[in-house]
């Protein structure tokens, strides 16, 4: 931008008679408009005593490059309004554009009218963005018209309807043109990819990726994408290992964002760090979404320094990067050192959003800071006009209950403008459960049967809450119509990464190929455990009312297997990472304090709600989570 500045400078100091302004106007619009720059484009523009078609479109095509709808159209009307400039193809590819991305549907309909007089409406760069146009407003019956009616097809108005159908959820009339197809080319192949893994087709997307004749980076990207969006995270990472393999296609910003993400839920960190490394080795562009992802995943993985290291060296931060690095404070139990960033943020002129208000308030839940809790929750709606949603409450809500404020909790739930969810209720139905009010306890059931009746939580809180004032008769009901329900709770399911790969285990799981050497260290460790001091929590009170596991296979929950299988396939001391997707439940937090002690590792536990740090038989959440 420096270099093109100069130039602009020489030109304006010497100004070659020969040299048509337009002409490098054109050219520096365009400059400008690949670095982002638009005031200077406009600026530019602004100069031009006598602007041609191309100066016209070449600032047109300066703000729909950047998504900037509003002024492309602005720019379009006093075009229109200048005498002798006709529009062009080019003119409309832009402008069409816009009004698809603003859903202009008007604009759009004058727009197509203007094309229509000035007799472009054979040209076939202008049907193909018509029809995008008109598929953007969902307006299907007139972009297949305008598909049926052209005299020539090029490859484009093919894919342009292939995406279009796709992106209107209507897969298999896109699957029907794509087989109609005369060319396929790259293009359509991934559309038709995007098209499946948007409608959580999984199957369908990857038989397609396989049989494609070849395939770039934009179609590994669409296939690794479709995966993570749709938390089908290991299978993300392993087509990555394949990608790689290929040895041709080289991974961009948009793959490792992917796989970074992917990353981030396994708590894969040693492939998170080798793109971490790969990224500084290639020297590729820490853009603000790579950085995001980078952070994110450093701060889902644990290690909070290393992602702060990055978020230190982020070129650009927006309201997600902060959000980001909050609520990573947050998880690790650092809430002081959250609200420092929270300050940081506002003096940086960020405004803060819902998400940053997610992550202040369980800074405060994992702290048991209270009134603070509060103080960040008035302020939500006071001072920045965010509406709290029902995460918000939910976050107070456990607050209050795990304070033992279970009136004000109650109060809370009561003067809430939308209705309570199950896992609002749940959050009192804790604090009911820790400080044994039974008759809100009984009360909050109730509703939350009413919303839910399935819900596991409440019949093993009644069971207990019967089981605790010798109601057994009562207590075994509760577990027989829970029985005759078939409720059925999330399985429990921990990842732990050895040698980058990510092994999988669900409770009781035996289909693991070392998993007679995994049981028979876990019975080795429980034998050792208990020559210690340890006791099983086999009674039914377990931490969380919504989330726990059954109780029958105490010794054998997800993470208990994941811990023993990294004990035995990594070194001595070496520190042992294990994601967990449910809260870790007492007895195995309880376990994992005396593991850590007997066989001296380092041990780090997330769970759905935070990071549990084991050592020496403590855990860096003192019991608190
Ligand atoms: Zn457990
Ligand atoms: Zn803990």
Redesign the pocket.
């Given at each position: 931008m420096k270099q093109v500045l100069q130039i602009q400078a020489q030109l304006i100091t010497y100004a070659p008679p020969f040299l048509d302004p337009n002409f490098v106007a054109v050219k520096l619009i365009g400059v400008c408009a690949v670095q982002c720059k638009l005031r200077q484009a406009a600026l530019i523009f602004s100069q031009l005593a006598d602007p041609n078609v191309f100066a016209w479109n070449a600032i047109l095509k300066a703000y729909a490059q950047n998504h900037n709808w509003d002024h492309t159209l602005r720019y379009f009307n006093y075009q229109l309004s200048s005498p002798n400039v006709a529009p062009d193809e080019y003119t409309f590819t832009s402008v069409l554009k816009a009004c698809a991305g603003l859903a202009a549907v008007l604009d759009g309909c004058k727009v197509h009218a203007v094309v229509i007089k000035t007799a472009l409406n054979s040209n076939i760069f202008v049907q193909n963005s018509l029809i995008g146009m008109y598929f953007k407003f969902g307006n299907l019956d007139i972009a297949q018209l305008l598909f049926d009616e052209m005299l020539i097809r090029d490859v484009v108005s093919w894919n342009t309807l292939v995406s279009g159908y796709s992106l209107c959820g209507n897969v298999e009339l896109a699957r029907w043109v794509f087989d109609k197809m005369p060319i396929k080319n790259l293009v359509s192949w991934s559309a038709m990819i995007a098209g499946y893994t948007r409608l959580g087709n999984l199957e369908g997307a990857r038989q397609l990726f396989d049989v494609m004749p070849e395939r770039n980076v934009v179609s590994w990207n669409a296939m690794i994408a479709g995966y993570a969006q749709n938390e089908k995270y290991s299978n993300a990472i392993n087509l990555f290992h394949e990608m790689q393999k290929t040895g041709s296609v080289r991974p961009n910003d948009v793959t490792l964002i992917s796989v970074l993400s992917a990353c981030a839920h396994l708590g894969a960190f040693d492939l998170g760090k080798w793109i971490d490394h790969f990224i500084s080795r290639t020297g590729m562009e820490l853009s603000l979404f790579l950085g995001n992802a980078l952070v994110d995943m450093y701060a889902k993985c644990g290690f909070i320094a290393e992602a702060r290291r990055i978020f230190d060296k982020m070129q650009e931060r927006d309201v997600i990067s902060w959000s980001i690095i909050i609520s990573g404070l947050a998880m690790h139990g650092h809430a002081e050192e959250a609200f420092d960033y929270f300050f940081e943020m506002l003096e940086c002129g960020v405004k803060p959003n819902e998400v940053t208000f997610m992550g202040l308030l369980s800074a405060c839940t994992h702290a048991g800071l209270v009134d603070k809790g509060l103080k960040y929750f008035n302020m939500m709606d006071h001072k920045y006009g965010i509406t709290p949603k029902i995460e918000h409450y939910g976050c107070v809500v456990d607050l209050l209950s795990r304070a033992g404020r279970l009136v004000e909790a109650e109060d809370l739930i009561n003067s809430m403008p939308i209705e309570a969810n199950v896992i609002v209720w749940g959050a009192l139905l804790g604090g009911c459960r820790i400080y044994k009010d039974i008759e809100l306890g009984e009360r909050v059931v109730q509703r939350i049967l009413e919303l839910d009746s399935e819900h596991s939580g409440s019949y093993v809180y009644l069971a207990n809450v019967y089981a605790s004032v010798g109601r057994l008769d009562d207590a075994a009901k509760c577990r027989l119509n829970m029985r005759e329900n078939k409720v059925i709770k999330t399985p429990g399911c921990s990842w732990i990464e050895v040698h980058n790969t990510v092994h999988e285990f669900f409770m009781g799981d035996r289909s693991h190929p070392l998993a007679d050497k995994i049981y028979a260290t876990i019975s080795e460790l429980v034998f050792r455990m208990k020559l210690a001091g340890y006791k099983p929590k086999t009674d039914l009170v377990v931490h969380s009312v919504d989330e726990e596991?059954k109780e029958d296979a105490?010794s054998t929950?997800s993470?208990?297997l994941a811990i023993a299988f990294g004990l035995i396939s990594t070194s001595k001391g070496t520190t042992i990472r294990v994601v967990k997707n449910l809260r870790?439940?007492n007895?195995?937090h309880e376990a994992t304090k005396f593991i850590s002690r007997i066989v001296e590792r380092e041990i780090i536990v997330r769970d759905r709600s935070r990071f549990h740090h084991f050592k020496d038989g403590k855990c860096s959440c003192n019991d608190y989570w």
């Open positions: 596991e105490l929950h993470e208990k870790i439940c007895d195995c």
